[in-house]
């Protein structure tokens, strides 16, 4: 696969760059995807949510009525989970929910992702561009000149760069994350991503090691 790369003012520069096709092209592995995608927001959760259980309720364990004669229940304690304010039943406790994901599991989602995008025509290269200062405004007009203005879009830098990143954060629908960082839930969440020209070469080391 082919694609044409396009400047900042989004005007085809008349080169192309060929894509990998053990990357871009592959059949997408939807389960692969799955597990990848439910790991990262299974490690986004904090896992602190708490409940009290009847030894942990501040309340007397004096017998509320005798035990017999009444014609109602036995009723020991008010810290009985079936009274008003008593302890919870099984109620959830502190716990992680990240687990592990084997490395090449994770490769093969982002191939996956990135495959289903190239499918979708949902890849734009673009030359790198440099800012001398952080500008919205700028970095609005290179989003409009590559006529993705209303769409959810992922630009991938080889490397830092400061002033295109604060040029984007209040972008809404935007983002700009380092080919390292690159994950396959932002993949897919976004409409188009956006890929430097050496972004690509990276994205291809980083996906065919071993």
């Not at 406790?93 to 995008?117: D, E, H, I, M, T």
């Not at 956006?194 to 291809?204: P, R």
Request: hydrophobic share 30%; aromatic share 6%.
């Amino acid at each position: 696969m082919e694609l044409a790369i396009h400047n900042s003012s989004g005007q085809d520069t008349g080169r192309k760059m060929k894509l990998n096709s053990d990357i871009f092209g592959i059949e997408p592995n939807d389960h692969a995807i799955y597990l990848d995608v439910k790991q990262m927001l299974a490690n986004r959760r904090q896992g602190t949510h708490k409940t009290k259980e009847r030894n942990e309720v501040n309340y007397s364990t004096r017998k509320l009525k005798r035990q017999k004669g009444t014609g109602g229940a036995r009723s020991g304690s008010r810290k009985n989970p079936l009274m008003p304010g008593g302890g919870r039943i099984f109620g959830p406790q502190p716990r992680n929910y990240g687990f592990s994901l084997n490395k090449k599991v994770k490769q093969l989602a982002r191939k996956s992702a990135l495959a289903y995008k190239a499918k979708e025509n949902g890849i734009v290269l673009i030359e790198g561009f440099e800012f001398e200062k952080p500008s919205t405004k700028n970095y609005n007009t290179i989003i409009s000149n590559l006529k993705l203005t209303g769409k959810k879009t992922l630009l991938v830098l080889p490397e830092l760069n400061e002033n295109v990143y604060l040029s984007s954060r209040n972008v809404q629908k935007s983002k700009v994350v380092l080919v390292n960082d690159l994950n396959t839930f932002d993949i897919l969440n976004a409409n188009s991503i956006v890929l430097f020209e050496n972004s690509v070469k990276t994205i291809e080391t980083l996906l065919t090691q071993n």
